[in-house]
């Protein structure tokens, strides 16, 4: 680890590339079909430009914000991300810690590798963490895992909405991919039980056991409930008191029905490139969303961010904070808990940095005339 060096978080991929099995590492970076979503997310930012303001007194630059009233270090999420044990052994246990360590939250993922109360309890000190919950089609088994997770004390709940079905993954059909042996998803022991004798609902073969294609596409339509519409935020309020975030939006009319469903937070996102193809990059689609939601709750955005400015970017269209994805994989894969703190190290202080040189003594000074949208011209009056 010592020598894992690098300078920005765009050189991490093809270093992952080397030390990770081409499965997973193909399981990691692949978008679906043609990945055209995949790639607009990053080359988006390089759309949108900065307007800095000079003769700013930015000898100090705060970066902290409140979030659901607790305090984080700087606007970083940890994105949710499936089966982290294949890229290090200490996989989720390792990223909560470093998360911890900078003070900012971490999303832990239903399909995680260790179960959702030993990822908390390893970040036990640091920032509030999110439970992200995928809802399966036993609803006795939801409330059980809700509550499971309210109970070991995590902050909020981030509901996916975007995934009825996973996207066509064609790296992991390719690749057969599964879940390695000696892994499990800890947090879905009890759903095999729960379920029974039920048809088709054996959850450890299809995930371990690919057949033809990707086992955990299989695994996924098996049990996941894509019957889902805005009235599961009533019943979700009805099993817990956690306040309740949906991940996957991109339109500014879910953004409304989501707030009108009572929903405490909208995540921007099209799932890193990895459900629908050629859905429009998650920049793109968050002013209007951010408009249209008015700060009633916060808006979170991910999908290709990368850089101090990205974060700029994103929050100068209106967004409360970002979601750090991919990045978080290869730091693992690198260096474990320290590849992690790395990486979100060197997110800390290209960000503070870059809102020094922007005239931005604190988040609160961002706003919209600071970022110029491609049909902007810099000699526009802002
Ligand atoms: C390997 C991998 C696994 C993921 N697993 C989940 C998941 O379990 N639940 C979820 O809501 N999103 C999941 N996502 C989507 C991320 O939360 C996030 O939306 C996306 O990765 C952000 O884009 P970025 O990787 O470009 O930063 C996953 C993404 C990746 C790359
Ligand atoms: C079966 C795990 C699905 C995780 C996920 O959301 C993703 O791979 O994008």
Redesign the pocket.
């Known amino acids: 680890m010592s020598d894992l060096t690098f300078q920005n978080l765009d050189e991490l991929e093809p270093l992952a590339q080397q030390v990770l099995p081409k499965t997973v590492f193909g399981?990691?970076?692949s978008g679906s079909e043609t990945e055209s979503t995949?790639r607009d997310?990053?080359a988006v930012f390089s759309r949108y430009r900065l307007m800095p303001r000079m003769m700013v007194d930015v000898s100090n630059v705060d970066t902290t914000l409140t979030l659901l009233g607790r305090k984080v270090a700087y606007p970083v999420l940890i994105?949710?991300?499936?089966?982290q044990c294949m890229a290090h052994p200490d996989g989720e246990l390792a990223v909560s810690r470093a998360a911890a360590a900078e003070g900012i939250p971490m999303?832990q993922?239903?399909?995680g590798t260790v179960g959702l109360a030993d990822v908390r309890q390893a970040g036990v000190g640091g920032a509030l963490m999110f439970f992200?919950l995928?809802v399966f089609k036993n609803r006795g088994f939801v409330r059980q895992l809700v509550q499971h997770a309210e109970r070991s004390g995590y902050g909020g709940l981030?509901v996916?909405v975007?995934?009825p079905f996973l996207g066509k993954r064609e790296a992991d059909e390719r690749n057969n991919f599964k879940l390695p042996d000696g892994l499990r998803l800890a947090n879905l022991e009890g759903l095999g039980a729960n379920l029974g004798a039920e048809a088709g609902a054996n959850t450890d073969a299809a995930v371990h056991d690919a057949g033809e294609g990707s086992g955990v596409s299989k695994h996924f339509s098996d049990n996941i409930d894509a019957s889902l519409t805005w009235s599961f935020v009533a019943w979700l309020r009805s099993v817990t008191s956690l306040p309740i975030f949906v991940?996957?939006i991109l339109s500014a009319h879910d953004a409304e029905k989501g707030v009108d469903a009572g929903v405490d937070g909208i995540?921007v996102?099209?799932?890193?490139?990895?459900q629908l193809d050629t859905a429009p990059a998650?920049l793109d689609a968050l002013p209007a969303i951010a408009a249209a939601v008015g700060k009633r709750v916060p808006v979170l955005v991910?999908?290709?961010?990368?850089r101090g400015t990205d974060i700029i970017k994103a929050l100068a269209l209106g967004a409360d904070a970002v979601?750090?994805?991919?990045?978080v994989?290869w730091g693992l894969a690198l260096g474990g808990q320290e590849g992690v703190h790395k990486v979100l190290e060197t997110l800390r202080k290209e960000l503070r940095l870059s809102m020094a040189l922007m005239g931005c003594p604190s988040l609160a000074h961002l706003n919209r005339r600071m970022v110029l949208a491609p049909w902007e011209h810099p000699s526009a009056r802002l």
């Open positions: 399981y990691y970076a995949l997310n990053r994105a949710p991300m499936a089966m999303v993922s239903t399909m992200q995928y981030m996916t975007d995934a991940k996957g995540v996102s099209n799932h890193g490139g990895r998650s991910d999908g290709g961010i990368r979601l750090l994805g991919r990045p994989l």
